[in-house]
């Protein structure tokens, strides 16, 4: 078992904060999913099932996103596709049963007032995220 991996299975939250890059998470992000998230570890098929069992249950994940594009037309505009890939088909389908997501940006144009309550926001989004909690770095 790696690292990561008991990491998450002795987590309560997961704690993910990462950028968006081309409307999803960065690849090294996406290969630590594909290298963590297996068969036998985070779900598992059983014969005559549709679904796999979810073995990551009782889990809970607040994901932090930063970005430069607006979070309305991440939403409206792109119909908001990584968060619900994220919340359903990744960390669902392993079976975290809430995740809460934050966007923040955009960021490229913002002022330094700007950062700064986006800043404060990301800390209100976070404050109770640390108990039993799991920070990944991925950078």
Sequence with gaps: MTAVQEALAWCDK???VHPLWWGSAP???KGLFD???LPGFAFK???GKDFPEKLLKG???HVLISSDTPEWYLRWGYGDGWSKILRKQILGFCGFEKVKIKTLGPLRKATGAQRAAMLLDARKFLKNSNKHAMPLDVS
């Design 45 to 47: 098929y059983a014969d």
């Design 59 to 61: 889990k809970t994940a």
């Design 14 to 16: 997961l704690v993910l």
């Design 35 to 37: 290298r963590t998230l």
């Design 27 to 29: 690849a090294r992000l």
